[in-house]
Structures are given as C-alpha cells and as structure tokens.
C-alpha cells in the first residue's frame, strides 16, 4: 500500500499532501492539517458533525476517502470567518443562542451556509430538510432554525 | 472506527477498470460514493484487498433522458437524480426514491449504481426502479450482458453483478400514455432512518380512466430482496381502477409478502402497511395516469 500524492484547495489554500488509501477526508483535515473545527462523530454518515462542503456540495467527510478527493475544493468551518468577522451565519447562531455543547456546530453551520449559497431565502420546511443530516442533541433544533431563519428573511 | 489497509486505483475509462477487475476479481471491490461501503469496511464486514474508484470515469456519470429511454450512469450521485426535472417529469417515482434517500449529505455522494449493488432489502432506489422496469447494463473485459432488474438481486448484500463486472448503465424505458407510478417509504423519521416498508406502484391504463393494462407493484423491507406482488398485479389487470380495487390489490399484496419480526417493527405490522402503502402508491399512479 503506497501513499499517494492528492492536491487540496482547503479554504483557498492549496495543499499537496501524501495520504494513505485508508485515510478519510475527516482524518487529513483533524490530525494531518490540524483543521480540528471539523468534528468527528459517529464515524459512518449518521450524525454529520464532519460536515464539509466539497465542490459545492456539503458532504460528510468520515465517508470520502482523502484519495477521491483529489483536486476538489473544500471549506470547513475555518474558512468561513473573513478580514470582516465571522460570517453571518456563525453570527446568527451566536445571537440566537443556537449553539449550546457546539459539537454539532461546524457541520450544522456549513449546512446552513450551503443552503443559503443556493437558496436566499428557503422556507422553514426547507431549512429543516437542509439540516436534516445534522444532529443535534442539545438545541431541540427551533434555536438553530430560528438562527437560520434571521438570515434568510 | 478505522479502515482497514487497501490498494486504491482510480481508472479513467471503464475499459480500465475491467482491466483492473479481471486482474484482482473478487479481491477488488468497486467504490463510487463510498456511502455505504467505508461503513462496512471500518464495520471490519468487508475488507477487499483493493478498491477500484470508478467515481472519475465521465461516461458512468451520464444521465440521458432526451429519448425514449432514460439512460443513468451508475455513479449519477442520489442528489443530482432528486433534483432533475427531466427524470421527475416522466419518472417521478424514481425521484421520490431518491429524496426519500438517506440525508442531504449522504446524498450528494451516494450514487444510484451504489444503491442498487449494495442490495438493501429495505433500499429507496430498487422498488421504482423496478416498477418502471428497469434493467442495467453488466460490463467486463471479455463483453456486456443486460440483466432485468426482477433478476438482479440475489439476497441481502448479494446481486448478479460478477466479481469481474461492473455495472456501466442502468436503462428505464419512459411510460407510455396513460401510465403512472408511486412510491412511498415508511419509516420512523424523515431523514437517516431505515425503511420500515417500501413499496412502489406502477399502472398503465387502456385509456382515460381505465381499464388497467398493466401493473407492477414491488415490495421492499418484507423479504430477503424486493420482490413483485403478483397477485396484487393479477387482480388489477382488466378492471377499471377505483379505490375499492387497490383496497383488494393492498390485501392480495400481503400475502405476497414474507416480512420478519425485527427491531424495525412486527412481521403483522409490516404486513398491514404493505397493505396501505400499496393502496396508496396505485391510487398516485392511477392519478399521474390520469394526466398523462
């Protein structure tokens, strides 16, 4: 088993690192490039605390393999914050008090800025549909719909 | 949960990759999304000495839907066939299969190929995929074969698929006139949950308003693979279609179904929602028929 060569943009940084065949997307972003915004949950694409958007798409990265992610580009939850602050959306979880033990937040915020990349203003049956791979287990959920909501109107 | 170690190619073509297969045969596994396959694989249930990625090969990432035939490349991601308008328009069930499908992040990896050779009894793609009559398309080095997909699944986890094969197409024909389909699922949330019972309806009608011509109903979650409810189907053919009539096709249907008491729910209870869900799919069917 050789390592091979992949080529990352990770929050328009460019990375070529070597990574095992085994190694999940998740692992080379937490141990390997110290990007441990990312959480790492259950492990097999049920919690969504790994939650990563690849190539416009938000995707649960304990399930991608690091070597069929070459050549994409990814933003994790460190790439959300500009020269002006937090973006939006880290704001609004914040005010709205949608954030509680937080393991759940990076994923739960990329999913909410995903939806809003595509769709301004979705309705809540939308946003709920959106997070739907997201669990939290200390909100009930309502506070980071409402967060998500303040953006949207 | 860890990996376990393997060798990893990623072919451009699919001529490669048979290249590949015919070498390793049952030693290599193929991976597109990887959705459901890393899972067994840190689950230590599988582990092939090598994967073949065939996530990069263009052609299997086709979807082609101008003629009378809708052509899907197996790696087409669940995402991309919720969302198409022009699979949605003449295929709606299989759409409905597909948003029923895991989460939004485990649908924009999964792909169509993957949940069908993955072989869940209880999967959201094989019941309207089956009602349209759909087959897919088996290639390997030496040629292809094109297997219905009524014969495709073998048991739990098992399909017809050959260790050196790879499925390069799958291929519905569009209904004719008068024709519609259904599918629901039922399961206890709406979202990362596993199917309780599945079921997808599929009718065409002599005319406007009847009499049935056709019917295939197909049940998942209530036997080792999904399997047709013939003599549901048989009490269709010829009669005009009314709510009375898919109330006695719900009942034929049950005992057309062989479920098992599980943590999911009661063998009788499983059985009693083969008996809505079938009502209720043929009255979506009979009602898309109406308009087409």
């Known amino acids: 088993m050789a390592a091979k060569l992949v080529q990352l943009t990770i929050n328009d940084k460019e990375y070529d690192i070597a990574v095992q065949a085994n190694e999940t997307l998740v692992d080379v972003l937490r141990y390997r490039l110290g990007l441990t915004g990312t959480k790492k949950g259950c492990g097999q694409g049920d919690c969504g605390s790994c939650t990563v958007i690849m190539d416009g798409n938000t995707v649960n990265s304990c399930l991608v393999l690091a070597v069929q992610a070459n050549g994409s580009r990814i933003t994790t939850i460190e790439g959300l914050e500009s020269e002006e602050g937090l973006h939006p959306v880290q704001k609004a979880f914040i005010e709205h008090g949608a954030i509680q033990c937080g393991f759940c937040s990076s994923g739960m915020i990329l999913s909410a800025k995903n939806l809003l990349d595509k769709n301004p203003k979705p309705t809540e049956g939308e946003i709920r549909s959106a997070l739907s791979g997201n669990l939290c287990r200390c909100t009930g959920y309502q506070k980071i719909v409402e967060a998500v909501q303040s953006i949207a109107k | 949960m860890l990996l376990p170690k393997f060798d990893f190619d990623e072919p451009a073509t699919v001529s490669e990759a048979c290249e590949i297969l015919a070498e ?44 009378t035939m809708l052509k899907l490349g197996p790696c087409v991601t669940i995402a991309n066939i919720a969302e198409s308008g022009e699979i949605g328009k003449r295929w709606g069930a299989i759409c409905a299969g597909a948003k029923a499908l895991g989460s939004p992040l485990v649908r924009n990896r999964a792909t169509v190929g993957g949940n069908l050779g993955s072989a869940r009894p209880a999967g959201d793609m094989p019941p309207s995929l089956m009602a349209y009559g759909a087959r897919v ?88 693979t999904q399997r047709r409810a013939v003599s549901a189907e048989k009490a269709l053919i010829g009669k005009k279609p009314c709510e009375a009539l898919f109330t006695r096709a719900g009942e034929a249907a049950m005992t057309d179904s062989t479920p098992i008491d599980d943590f999911r729910g009661s063998a009788a209870y499983k059985k009693e929602m083969v008996k809505v869900l079938t009502r209720r799919t043929l009255a979506a069917a009979f009602e898309e028929a109406l308009k087409s």
């Open chain 2, 24 to 67: 390793f045969g049952a030693k290599a596994k193929v991976i597109a999304g990887g959705t459901d396959l890393t899972v067994n694989m840190k689950k230590k249930l599988l582990s092939p000495e090598r994967l073949v990625s065939i996530a990069r090969v263009p052609e299997l990432q086709r979807v082609d839907a101008s003629s």
């Open chain 2, 137 to 224: 398309v088996l290639t390997k080095k030496s040629g292809q074969r094109v297997v219905f997909l009524d014969n495709f699944f073998r048991g739990p986890g098992l399909t017809e698929i050959a260790p050196e094969e790879i499925m390069t197409e799958i291929q519905v024909d569009a209904p004719p006139p008068h024709a519609g389909a259904g599918y629901i699922n039922l399961g206890l949330r709406s979202s990362c949950d596993c199917n309780i019972v599945n079921v997808a309806s599929y009718l065409v009608l002599e005319g406007p308003g009847g009499p049935i011509k056709e019917a295939r109903i197909v049940m998942g979650c209530v036997g080792p």
